[in-house]
């Protein structure tokens, strides 16, 4: 007979507590982080070395120019502009003089912009460099080529193939995030189950599979989150992968907003930039409807819970799409089609590009991509996506201790799937 698991905070003290560990932590980060940015704005103008996040045209006022986004070695984020022929630097470190003496530090948190001048450009290729170079040498088409290096080393999408996948509804699938992780970590849990058990067998069968994987698998996550410069969405899957691993070890309840609530303090405690991330965001609302999902329908076959939890998600993260994204077309709902034959292509595209053979899926996502010239535009105002947060938080069956037995007669759950039903209907009129 399987032992019913507790919850995380039995008690209010312990609830307290943890909130005036974290506030302490939170203290602490903010500390830091105001120290480093009195060093850079003590003076007129600072010297600094920052990567290149994105590099990009752009014209205003009839002038054109180019606009870089940086990551400086400190952590912090910020925008510049170049002359319109400036060479191509996406990738390269670049040391910089920056102006930033009279920037806010909401502003330093934030990403803010300044005047800078160019004192040297990295010449060294980095791994990184290296690996997207490789990729791209094994694509003739240059969006092609871009897409696997989002998937692999989260490199930030053109925009007008942001602006595709927005309006097929695959948006998360590019953007590296516990999805990946999930794949990746039951990719490499079966393929070390093999030589692990061949080992056991023989010289440690007192170890256990289960907590020797995950330390393994844990590892290697951790090497790969911090080659991709830990993106916010990946940082929360791996925290909440330690997290949940953690929990169920002591016999503590994972699939609980407690522990989602666990890991989006803890990681603004010791990361306070993420609140300004919205990948974070998105990615912790994901959660969320997942965890919804689970307490619904904790009793349902698995088969169709595997079934019906995709729509769910799609269902209830539309609004999130149609009021920051706004890209819509027919083909929209069919991500739910893509987002479960996704867990097979990406284990296997890494497989490909690893044999010599990684184009061999470049036909079919020029097909894919070709979809999204049928598209439309549907932004939703942000009052309706508050109303859709308000209501999403009122259907916890928690916070008014429905029982499971009566869970089905609270209204709020059904609310909830009657709005955001009608939002995709909206949606739909408006592009069809």
Not at 313 to 330: E, H, T
Request: proline share 3%.
């Amino acid at each position: 007979m399987l032992k019913e698991r507790v919850s995380l905070f039995t008690k209010k003290r312990d609830f307290f507590f943890f909130i005036l560990a974290c506030g302490i932590v939170l203290s602490y980060s903010l500390l830091i982080e105001f120290n480093n940015y009195k060093n850079l704005t003590r003076f007129d103008s600072n010297l600094l070395t920052a990567t290149v996040l994105r590099q990009y045209t752009k014209t205003k006022d009839e002038k054109t120019y180019q606009v870089l986004k940086l990551k400086s070695e400190e952590g912090f984020s910020f925008f510049t502009s170049a002359k319109e022929n400036f060479q191509q630097v996406k990738d390269k470190r670049l040391k910089l003089e920056i102006w930033a003496a009279k920037i806010s530090f909401y502003e330093y948190l934030n990403g803010f912009y300044a005047y800078t001048k160019v004192l040297g450009i990295q010449t060294d290729e980095t791994l990184k460099q290296r690996l997207n170079n490789h990729i791209a040498s094994s694509h003739a088409n240059e969006d092609i080529a871009n897409i696997y290096q989002a998937l692999y080393t989260a490199q930030p999408l053109h925009t007008h193939l942001q602006a595709a996948f927005s309006a097929l509804g695959v948006s998360h699938l590019l953007a590296i995030s516990g999805f990946h992780l999930g794949v990746l970590s039951g990719v490499l849990f079966f393929l070390l189950r093999v030589p692990y058990k061949f080992f056991q067998d023989r010289y440690f069968p007192y170890r256990s599979y289960t907590l020797d994987s995950f330390m393994l698998i844990s590892f290697v996550l951790l090497c790969y989150l911090l080659f991709l410069d830990s993106p916010p969405s990946l940082l929360r899957a791996f925290a909440m992968l330690l997290i949940g691993f953690f929990l169920y070890e002591r016999g503590i309840k994972i699939v609980s907003m407690q522990t989602l609530f666990l890991t989006v303090v803890l990681l603004l405690s010791f990361f306070p930039r993420l609140v300004f991330s919205l990948g974070f965001w998105l990615s912790a609302g994901g959660v969320f409807y997942i965890f919804l999902f689970l307490m619904y329908f904790k009793d349902l076959n698995k088969v169709w819970q595997f079934v019906l939890m995709p729509f769910w998600v799609y269902l209830l993260m539309l609004p999130f799409s149609l009021s920051i994204f706004g890209g819509f077309s027919l083909y929209h709902p069919l991500s739910i089609v893509w987002t479960t034959l996704f867990s097979l292509f990406y284990p296997l595209s890494i497989f490909l590009h690893l044999a010599g053979f990684g184009d061999s899926f470049d036909t079919l996502l020029e097909m894919f991509l070709s979809f999204a010239e049928f598209s439309g535009f549907v932004r939703l105002q942000q009052i309706w996506l508050f109303v859709h947060i308000a209501l999403s938080f009122l259907a916890i069956p928690q916070i008014f201790s429905v029982s499971l037995k009566e869970i089905w007669k609270s209204p709020f759950l059904a609310l909830l799937l009657f709005y955001s039903s009608s939002l995709f209907i909206y949606a739909v009129y408006n592009v069809a």
